[in-house]
């Protein structure tokens, strides 16, 4: 069985950093561009970060850039999001995805997804 499974979440003061981390099985995902999404109570899902199979780029939503990194280890099978200067609208269920690319995520192309982890930022 394939699976995604994150864990880091909980809550946290504004100005606080958290990390997610996300461990695949049943299969590599060395091949596979990987990120993080995360959705809020009423919003869509939206994209936070990705990161190529190859671990040499990764880009990052409008409004976390700066802020948060996104990482990978092929060997463990795992992809990693540090967040820094935590707001409260950073208050969200984040998703951990597989895309079927190795290039680049998109929500698109999403192959697994994650269960999610919450994050509550609280002010």
């Known amino acids: 069985q394939v699976q995604l499974v994150e864990s880091g979440g909980g809550l946290v003061q504004v100005g606080g950093s958290l990390r997610l981390s996300c461990v695949g099985s049943?299969?590599?995902?060395?091949?596979?561009?990987m990120g993080w999404f995360r959705q809020a109570p009423g919003k869509e899902r939206e994209f936070v970060a990705g990161i190529a199979s190859s671990g040499r780029s990764a880009d990052y939503g409008d409004s976390v850039r700066g802020r948060f990194r996104i990482s990978r280890d092929n060997a463990k099978n795992t992809v990693d999001l540090e967040m820094n200067n935590l707001k409260p609208e950073d208050t969200a269920v984040y998703y951990c995805a597989a895309d079927i690319s190795g290039t680049k995520v998109s929500i698109h192309r999403i192959q697994y997804w994650g269960q999610g982890t919450q994050v509550t930022v609280s002010s």
């Open positions: 049943g299969r590599t995902f060395r091949n596979n561009a």
